[in-house]
């Protein structure tokens, strides 16, 4: 069958390579001019540049696992690292990531605020999450939602939290119950268990090396905008090319 995969993004690489390794023939189109998706970076001055989504990989999934290093060398190609994040705020002051541990160090009336919203978020507990502003809130609190959840995640999503399902959640984020959040702070603890504690990143290239090496072997048009999908005597015609699917 004759597949027509719509945008060379890190989900559209994944799936023409299971097409193609299964003996399908696939076809990519891709608006721009190289493959990537949210995932592209850039060398800019002689250092990586992310724009936007992830740029590490690691997975719980053994499937996944098996799968993803089936393309790539792993201890040639890449650097298993253990994370050392922190967050510069607006101040300019330098916060240990997950910020949620080190609220602590942030200014004494954030402090008072984020012990209110934790007081208003044991009254509130187990209501539920309908998207991933309302979990932010319902999680962390009004405070640092506003100084830091929401224009974080919006920067590197680049869409509305209450846009984003809860069902993208599963595994991706530090999850600390309101116990272990009080606990941290009083005792300022490191957190180490969170799911990019430790991960795997390129040796060169970054996340793009990553998007190029997944695009080998796959047909891919690049600059190619769709701009309809058409249905026809039981084909389907993307921008008048023939498929299956």
Known sequence: MRYIVIGGGISGLSIAQLLRKDNQEVIVLEAETRPGGMIKCDLINGSLFHRTGG????????????????????????????RNSSISMNNGQIIPYPIENYVYMLDPEICKKFILDLIDLIKYAGKGANNFEEFLLGRFGKTLYEL?????????????????????????????????????????IEERDFVHSSFYYPQTGGSQFLADTLAKNIKIQYNTKVSNILKKDGKLFVNGIECDR
């Open 55 to 82: 740029h590490v990989f690691n997975t719980k999934r053994k499937d996944v696992w098996d799968w993803f290093w089936s393309f790539f060398d792993k201890e040639g190609d890449f650097v298993k690292s253990k």
């Open 148 to 188: 830091y959840f929401q224009p974080y995640n919006y920067k590197v999503w680049r869409r509305e939290l209450s846009n984003v399902p809860l069902s993208w959640l599963e595994g991706k984020l530090p999850m600390p119950t309101l116990k272990e959040m009080i606990y941290n702070n009083m005792k300022h």
